[in-house]
């Protein structure tokens, strides 16, 4: 197929990226402003990530089996679908300040969003060249930087008010009969962002259903050749049997670790930027804003490197860089440890893309299956923030709790160096 005849469904696909951004760059700006508006604490604030990554987990197998029968197009527009009844539901849980519909909703969205992931990716690193895919799946990916960057510009704007009342006042506000007009006047400042996000993901589904998508068939290796490049057979069978290529299984665990880190990182950003230098509200999420102009430059700068450093060298560098940050965030005070996890998410760029094209490297049509674990591996957004909350309200210290990320990281440099490297399958 021509390049210009791929234009339209690239940019069309493109697109998914940021709107799946946009709906996990959220977070940082809800987890402390639903803490605020339900009174929640660490842990329970922490579940906001939850119903989403547990939704990944839950839709992806469904998602790739759809997309097996159905087709990529049917696959987006579906999800594209489930996206937006999710965005008007949490306008929904918003008017009745109830934190269960509020997870809901997230759970409906996280849906939707999982069918996105598991079309988008393998789709994009199918469209063109393989020799490429790393470097075409990191160019469609810094779109996603993008949604990184504006969600959180977005949602200090329009969702935090920058009103932070003490214990004492709220007692005070609760005695006189004012404290739940206040909350309430918090939950609703959400309703108009997600309705405008239900109008524009509802848009997007319209212009997949105008527009014709190619559908891509994954070379088979036992069509195209008798053994792959690596020494072994790849089946055509959408089966379970893709758990056969070690390269696949060390992928899930990173894609688990890299999503835990990325989540962990961004999701308590302002209440430790609160700990350690005593930033407000508004403020830190300013500067997370920035920190996600960050990782947007990396996904750019990351597909031009790669032109002259290995996907996986490259991979391996930027987790050390990490742990090295962290470690400088946990054991000091102030800006500087503001600074440095600011700095994480400009080398988080290329995690995700890189760990996701290489665990589909050689698996021709099992492809789509194992696209489907990695992204149920994506549930480990979920587990971390929780594991983060447990350790803050454990310890009285969100900046202790920043070692769930760091151990992330320690594991994404081991798959870089090791884990990504395909070897011959025994029969």
């Given at each position: 197929?021509?390049?210009?005849?791929?234009?339209?469904?690239?940019?069309?696909?493109?697109?998914?990226?940021?709107?799946?951004?946009?709906?996990?760059?959220?977070?940082?700006?809800?987890?402390?402003?639903?803490?605020?508006?339900?009174?929640?604490?660490?842990?329970?604030?922490?579940?906001?990530?939850?119903?989403?990554?547990?939704?990944?987990?839950?839709?992806?197998?469904?998602?790739?089996?759809?997309?097996?029968?159905?087709?990529?197009?049917?696959?987006?527009?579906?999800?594209?679908?489930?996206?937006?009844?999710?965005?008007?539901?949490?306008?929904?849980?918003?008017?009745?300040?109830?934190?269960?519909?509020?997870?809901?909703?997230?759970?409906?969205?996280?849906?939707?969003?999982?069918?996105?992931?598991?079309?988008?990716?393998?789709?994009?690193?199918?469209?063109?060249?393989?020799?490429?895919?790393?470097?075409?799946?990191?160019?469609?990916?810094?779109?996603?930087?993008?949604?990184?960057?504006?969600?959180?510009?977005?949602?200090?704007?329009?969702?935090?008010?920058?009103?932070?009342?003490?214990?004492?006042?709220?007692?005070?506000?609760?005695?006189?009969?004012?404290?739940?007009?206040?909350?309430?006047?918090?939950?609703?400042?959400?309703?108009?962002?997600?309705?405008?996000?239900?109008?524009?993901?509802?848009?997007?589904?319209?212009?997949?259903?105008?527009?014709?998508?190619?559908?891509?068939?994954?070379?088979?290796?036992?069509?195209?050749?008798?053994?792959?490049?690596?020494?072994?057979?790849?089946?055509?069978?959408?089966?379970?049997?893709?758990?056969?290529?070690?390269?696949?299984?060390?992928?899930?665990?990173?894609?688990?670790?890299?999503?835990?880190?990325?989540?962990?990182?961004?999701?308590?950003?302002?209440?430790?930027?609160?700990?350690?230098?005593?930033?407000?509200?508004?403020?830190?999420?300013?500067?997370?804003?920035?920190?996600?102009?960050?990782?947007?430059?990396?996904?750019?700068?990351?597909?031009?490197?790669?032109?002259?450093?290995?996907?996986?060298?490259?991979?391996?560098?930027?987790?050390?860089?990490?742990i090295l940050l962290l470690t400088v965030a946990i054991l000091t005070k102030g800006h500087i440890a503001v600074y440095c996890v600011m700095a994480t998410p400009f080398f988080m760029s290329i995690q995700f893309p890189t760990i996701f094209a290489l665990g589909i490297k050689d698996l021709g049509e099992?492809t789509k299956m194992a696209s489907s674990f990695l992204v149920m591996a994506i549930i480990g957004g979920a587990v971390a923030p929780l594991a983060m909350g447990a350790i803050s309200d454990a310890t009285h210290s969100i900046q202790i709790a920043y070692i769930v990320p760091l151990i992330c990281?320690?594991?994404?440099?081991?798959?870089?160096?090791?884990?990504?490297?395909?070897?011959?399958?025994?029969?």
């Amino acid at each position: 197929m021509s390049k210009n005849k791929l234009l339209v469904p690239f940019i069309l696909v493109t697109s998914l990226f940021f709107l799946w951004a946009f709906l996990h760059n959220l977070n940082p700006i809800l987890i402390p402003h639903l803490r605020k508006a339900c009174q929640l604490n660490d842990t329970q604030s922490s579940l906001v990530d939850f119903p989403i990554y547990l939704a990944y987990c839950l839709a992806a197998i469904p998602a790739g089996l759809f997309m097996h029968k159905y087709g990529y197009k049917k696959g987006i527009i579906l999800g594209l679908i489930m996206f937006s009844f999710g965005a008007v539901l949490f306008t929904f849980a918003a008017s009745e300040r109830n934190f269960i519909y509020f997870l809901v909703a997230l759970f409906v969205q996280g849906s939707g969003a999982a069918f996105l992931e598991t079309v988008a990716n393998p789709y994009m690193a199918n469209l063109g060249d393989p020799a490429h895919s790393e470097q075409r799946l990191n160019f469609a990916q810094s779109f996603n930087g993008l949604g990184a960057m504006v969600a959180p510009l977005v949602g200090a704007q329009f969702i935090l008010s920058g009103i932070e009342h003490t214990p004492a006042e709220l007692d005070a506000m609760k005695a006189n009969g004012t404290l739940n007009a206040y909350l309430q006047s918090e939950a609703d400042l959400i309703k108009m962002p997600y309705y405008v996000i239900a109008a524009v993901v509802l848009l997007v589904a319209l212009l997949f259903v105008f527009n014709k998508i190619p559908e891509i068939k994954e070379p088979d290796a036992e069509l195209d050749a008798p053994v792959g490049a690596h020494g072994h057979t790849v089946g055509t069978k959408f089966s379970f049997n893709v758990f056969r290529f070690s390269h696949l299984r060390w992928a899930i665990l990173g894609i688990f670790f890299y999503v835990g880190s990325q989540v962990a990182v961004g999701s308590f950003f302002i209440r430790f930027s609160r700990f350690v230098a005593d930033i407000p509200e508004k403020e830190a999420g300013r500067m997370f804003t920035g920190a996600m102009v960050g990782f947007m430059a990396g996904r750019f700068l990351g597909t031009f490197f790669m032109k002259y450093i290995k996907p996986a060298k490259l991979l391996s560098l930027y987790a050390a860089i990490n742990i090295l940050l962290l470690t400088v965030a946990i054991l000091t005070k102030g800006h500087i440890a503001v600074y440095c996890v600011m700095a994480t998410p400009f080398f988080m760029s290329i995690q995700f893309p890189t760990i996701f094209a290489l665990g589909i490297k050689d698996l021709g049509e099992e492809t789509k299956m194992a696209s489907s674990f990695l992204v149920m591996a994506i549930i480990g957004g979920a587990v971390a923030p929780l594991a983060m909350g447990a350790i803050s309200d454990a310890t009285h210290s969100i900046q202790i709790a920043y070692i769930v990320p760091l151990i992330c990281f320690a594991y994404i440099l081991f798959y870089g160096l090791s884990g990504h490297k395909i070897k011959p399958v025994k029969s």
